[in-house]
């Protein structure tokens, strides 16, 4: 019996430090690191040997090499479990493992996207290390804003253009403007004109006055002497001729014509002797009070424009002075030829300072509606084909990062995808770790491509 207790305790003896020697060789199996040394070409890094000597094409000395690669199998779990991750498009950091919507805006989640993983590894060796100092700046959110620059040209006001027109046949006998360009105020005489119907509606004015007084107490007096002054008003006749041709009794021959609004003579139709029929133009004006300033904003910000937007105008003209408004038209089609978008904005220009065709210098300033997050401008290698960062994963262990880039604004850049609040992102040296993982290999797509 003593014989088969102690048996059985020798067993589970046996057992369990073999068990634990199994776990301690799994630990290490998860986390092994492994060393290569090769030598290449500072000027040809496709060059690789194992043993020091001289590049086969210049001739130049090869330098060691030497990477330091950890596996571990748990990060390999890990980055095929994010791959199975959905994310919220507006709050990055909401995940899930199944589809659905995000519980802060009911949005659908998207599903992780498997190109937004690690692209490249570099740990410095302690030779490095000393002749390297990385500037960290740690992924924040903040508010951004966006000067867009912008030409701008000055243009009528199509708001405040206007015509004079014949409001009753007649000939014209004599035009009392000038020329075109000249400013005209509502009120002044603009031309003579000769109209037997315009004259038959001023005599039954005088009599239908002269019945009125006679017999105000008449309501069919009243309403014909009413009736007639309404007439003459609609015709443009002012209430200081009714009041001159009651005083004489008489009706003149050529009736002058006032200009009912106010501009600069932009079109001249009247000409003496030219008989004009009720509606046509005898001058077109334009009202230069106001201007309107048209700008072409370039595709990749005409997201960024809204209506009420403020913009700040200069004009070479007037140094140093500043025209303020505000974008009050956004044209809905895009130029397909310049690719640009027409926007418009209004100027005060009541001093007559501002001539149309002049151009100017606009600055239109566009606060983002949300606090996205965001890195230095100066962190980013974008090759063209991606755009990389580098991380600090610490112990002078480098990460290179394809992430997913939104506006930019005064030397920072939005980051929409591929990071997270308070990564260390590298800054100054992240071209010295671009070279170096250049020159051990270069950087590995998910496909395994080299890029």
């Known amino acids: 019996m003593k014989l088969l207790l102690t048996l059985i305790l020798i067993s589970s003896s046996f057992y369990s430090c073999n068990q634990n020697k199994n776990e301690h060789l799994d630990f290490h199996k998860q986390h092994q690191t492994k060393s290569e040394t090769y030598y290449t070409c500072s000027m040809h890094p496709q060059i690789k040997e194992k043993g020091p000597g001289k590049c086969p094409i210049c001739g130049m000395n090869l330098s060691k090499i030497e990477i330091e690669k950890e596996v571990k199998k748990t990060d390999i779990k890990r980055s095929e479990k994010e791959d199975s991750l959905y994310y919220c498009e507006a709050n990055p950091e909401i995940t899930s493992l199944a589809p659905g919507v ?22 410095l060796r302690k030779s490095q290390v000393r002749h390297f100092k990385a500037d960290i700046f ?27 027109t014949a409001r009753v046949p007649g000939r014209v006998e004599k035009v009392l403007i000038e020329s075109t360009g000249q400013f005209i105020k509502k009120g002044d005489p603009v031309l003579k004109l000769y109209g037997p119907k315009l004259l ?43 009041d001159s041709w009651a005083k004489n009794n008489k009706i003149p021959r050529e009736i002058i014509i ?11 139709n009247a000409v003496e002797g ?28 005409s997201a960024l424009v809204k209506i009420g937007e403020p913009v700040e105008l200069k004009f070479s003209a007037y140094p140093g002075e500043t025209w303020s408004g505000v974008i009050d038209f956004i044209n809905p089609v895009l130029d397909p030829k310049t690719r640009t978008l027409k926007v418009r904005t209004t100027l005060d220009n009541s001093n007559g300072k501002l ?16 606090t996205p997050l965001v890195v230095p401008r100066t962190a980013i290698i974008d090759t063209g084909k991606r755009k990389v960062i580098w991380l600090d994963t610490g112990n002078h262990t480098y990460t290179a990062k394809k992430i997913v880039t939104g506006f930019e604004s005064e030397g920072y ?20 770790l671009d070279a170096q993982a250049q020159l051990t290999g270069g950087y590995e797509d998910p496909t395994g491509e080299t890029l």
């Open 355 to 370: 001539r149309p065709g002049m151009v100017g210098e606009a600055t239109l300033i566009v606060k983002l509606p949300s």
């Open 138 to 164: 740690p992924v924040t959110s903040m508010k951004m804003q966006k000067k867009i620059l912008l030409l701008g040209t000055l243009l009528k006001s199509e708001e405040h253009e206007s015509s004079i």
């Open 200 to 242: 038959t509606g001023a005599e039954e004015y005088l009599l239908a006055r002269k019945n009125y007084f006679n017999d105000k107490s008449n309501n069919v007096f009243k309403e014909l002497y009413e009736q007639s002054i309404e007439r003459l008003t609609l015709w443009g006749v002012h209430q200081k001729q009714l």
């Open 413 to 432: 850049v939005e980051v929409k995808h591929g990071l997270k609040e308070n990564d260390l992102v590298v800054i100054e040296g992240n071209f010295l």
């Open 102 to 123: 995000c519980p802060i805006d009911g949005t659908q989640l998207i599903k992780k996207n498997k190109s937004l993983e690690v692209v490249a590894k570099v740990k």
């Open 274 to 301: 030219k008989y004009f029929k009720e509606g046509q133009s005898f001058f077109k004006l334009v009202d230069l009070s106001k201007t309107w300033v048209e700008m072409d904003v370039y595709e990749h910000d």
């Open 258 to 268: 006032y200009s009912p609004v106010t501009g600069i003579v932009e079109e001249k």
